[in-house]
């Protein structure tokens, strides 16, 4: 490693369940395993997710809210970051830095203002997309272009993070999977009915309003006897998925839980995984799916970058149900493509997105001499 810099320190609002949780503490691990010191500092919650594995020799520091009055709560906790992150700096000036996200981003900026650092920003949703306010943005706007590099997952994110950094500051670095744990896909038959899951947030970005409407709409023809539905999930939507089954008389053909501590259990005995999302950084859920030869549908939107239609994914051109229900038609009557795009997906992932090819990547960015 860099002679200068001795550890490396995450700053990310939690550990709690997400795309980007996972990322954070599959690092962590990583360069614990090869004997860089590690630190995770959270905004939030540092209650780590059943199904994250960080080493013990990985500090985790949780900086909970110390404000809970109305008028000191808006500012009052911002400024609390901002000085122990700072404090924090200070003692570990040796350390490179990697914040997630745009709060943490800027909140890392305004603390390293007084201190030579070495500080790397990550972006994990399309800012066209992100739901930050105007305050945030103009933020964004003004303090970016601080940053040593900017890190995002897809050309699409870079593109429109062109106003805030110079595109040259800007890397791509893909999500990563540990290919170790891609199995041989069990083929799937013509006789049985195809399992379908969707597992993630039950939000409006993952289309699961209208993933609910083509379940209700293949429900009233014949072909439902094809499918068996699955949602595995919780968010603000969450309420719309159990009145939808109640008020559809859906119980036999969809089942809906709202947690699950291991979800890849029901990747592996999915047929095809549904990801109709409105828009996506990069989706883990899809890697995953793909890794374990499963047959996915997404959209243009979400899974462009990774998937190629009808070779090792089905993309849908437009968010509709009558879009999702052709798609699945597709597959239903040509049983021989989703195990061809079953064993695409597993070489697609094994070739570009193994994780000991995207944490070179990073150490590339991170310029880590002995990496």
């Known amino acids: 490693m860099n002679k200068k810099y001795q550890s490396i320190t995450f700053i990310c609002m939690n550990l709690e369940c997400?795309?980007?949780?996972?990322?954070?503490?599959?690092?962590?691990?990583?360069?614990?395993?090869?004997?860089?010191?590690?630190?995770?500092?959270?905004?939030?919650?540092?209650?780590?997710?059943?199904?994250?594995?960080?080493?013990?020799?990985?500090?985790?520091i949780e900086l909970k809210k110390k404000y809970?009055?109305?008028?000191?709560k808006k500012f009052g906790n911002l400024i609390y970051w901002i000085s122990e992150i700072n404090k924090y700096m200070k003692r570990n000036k040796n350390s490179i830095y990697i914040s997630f996200l745009t709060i943490p981003n800027i909140l890392t900026i305004l603390a390293s203002i007084n201190i030579k650092s070495l500080h790397y920003g990550s972006e994990r949703v399309d800012p066209v997309y992100a739901e930050i306010s105007l305050f945030w943005k103009i933020l964004?706007?003004?303090?970016?272009?601080?940053?040593?590099?900017?890190?995002?997952?897809t050309k699409e994110i870079k593109n429109n993070c062109k106003h805030f950094i110079s595109e040259r500051r800007i890397k791509i670095i893909p999500n990563s999977i540990n290919v170790n744990m891609i199995k041989p896909q069990s083929r799937t038959t013509k006789n049985k009915k195809l399992k379908v899951l969707f597992i993630g947030r039950i939000e409006y970005q993952k289309g699961i309003d209208i993933f609910l409407d083509?379940?209700?709409?293949?429900?009233?023809?014949?072909?439902?006897?094809?499918?068996?539905?699955?949602?595995?999930?919780d968010g603000s939507l969450s309420h719309l998925v159990q009145e939808k089954i109640r008020v559809n008389n859906l119980k036999g053909l969809l089942k809906y839980r709202k947690k699950s501590d291991r979800p890849l259990k029901y990747i592996?005995?999915?047929?095809?995984?549904?990801?109709?999302?409105?828009?996506?950084?990069?989706?883990?859920?899809?890697?995953?799916?793909?890794?374990?030869?499963?047959?996915?549908?997404s959209t243009y939107q979400a899974s462009s970058e990774i998937i190629t239609n009808n070779k090792?994914?089905?993309?849908?051109?437009?968010?509709?149900?009558?879009?999702?229900?052709?798609?699945?038609?597709?597959?239903?009557?040509?049983?021989?493509?989703?195990?061809?795009?079953?064993l695409n997906a597993i070489n697609t992932i094994s070739n570009k997105y193994s994780e000991k090819k995207i944490f070179k990547l990073w150490s590339r960015t991170l310029e880590l001499a002995n990496e």
């Open 68 to 72: 809970s009055n109305y008028i000191f």
């Open 140 to 153: 964004r706007l003004i303090f970016y272009r601080k940053l040593k590099c900017l890190i995002v997952q």
């Open 214 to 233: 083509a379940i209700i709409k293949i429900s009233r023809e014949k072909e439902r006897k094809l499918y068996d539905f699955e949602i595995i999930g």
């Open 312 to 342: 090792d994914g089905i993309l849908i051109k437009s968010l509709s149900s009558l879009e999702i229900i052709n798609a699945l038609e597709k597959v239903s009557s040509n049983r021989e493509l989703i195990n061809d795009i079953g």
């Open 18 to 60: 997400g795309g980007t949780e996972r990322v954070i503490t599959n690092l962590a691990y990583y360069y614990s395993k090869k004997n860089i010191s590690t630190s995770i500092i959270t905004l939030g919650s540092a209650n780590l997710f059943n199904g994250f594995k960080v080493s013990r020799k990985t500090e985790i």
């Open 268 to 297: 592996k005995k999915s047929n095809i995984v549904m990801h109709p999302s409105r828009y996506e950084g990069m989706s883990n859920v899809v890697l995953e799916a793909m890794s374990y030869g499963k047959c996915v549908i």
